[in-house]
């Protein structure tokens, strides 16, 4: 079956956008652009993000340019609070991986074999430069730091002052309605 002219097809579904034009923004629906972001994208990006604490890697992950990135991160707040929790969470593990390292230190061996499989050399090699990793940490503290700061102010850990309150006084509505119940 042929679609109408005017009959959308399957995928090509219209969004909803802001359009910015003679000073005055108003709604406007269109087609979604093929080189945007998917859920995918997004995805892909943060978990990349998350594990190196880098946007150009990240971006360069799913085929998009540093800049769209922070451009979207600036336009976007949920992406702009998914990509701290991204940086938090590598931050984080960056960190566990320094004091890792600090407290037991690591060791590799390399092992070499002759053409008959017998056992040529064996070299252990202890440790690895942290130049890199030292240098994230101190790049991302401050941001880090504010970051982390938010999300206990916010409520949003299960641990905070605020959630706690808000489960005691659920709990104790939960009383009040069984006393008054009679149960």
């Known amino acids: 079956m042929v679609a109408d002219e005017g009959e959308e097809q399957a995928g090509d579904a219209l969004v909803a956008q802001r359009q ?32 190196t604490c880098n946007a150009s890697e990240a971006a360069r992950a799913v085929g998009k340019c540093r800049a769209g990135a922070y451009d979207r991160r600036r336009r976007d707040p949920a992406f702009g609070r998914a990509w701290d929790a991204a940086l938090d969470m590598g931050y984080a593990e960056i960190e566990a ?15 070499t074999l ?33 970051i982390r700061a938010a999300n206990d102010a916010g409520g949003d850990r299960p641990d905070s002052p605020d959630a706690v309150a808000r489960v005691r006084r659920a709990l104790e509505e939960i009383r009040r309605r069984r006393a008054t119940a009679g149960a």
């Open 20 to 51: 910015a034009a003679g000073g005055a923004v108003r709604a406007q629906k269109r087609r979604p652009r093929r080189d945007g972001w998917s859920k995918a994208d997004v995805g892909r990006f943060m978990a990349v993000l998350a594990e």
């Open 97 to 111: 991986m320094l004091m890792r390292e600090v407290l037991f230190g690591s060791e590799t061996e390399e092992i």
């Open 114 to 146: 002759d053409g008959e499989g017998v056992v040529k050399a064996r070299k252990v090699k202890r440790g690895r430069n942290l130049a890199i990793a030292l240098r994230l940490l101190s790049f991302h503290h401050d941001r880090v730091l504010k």
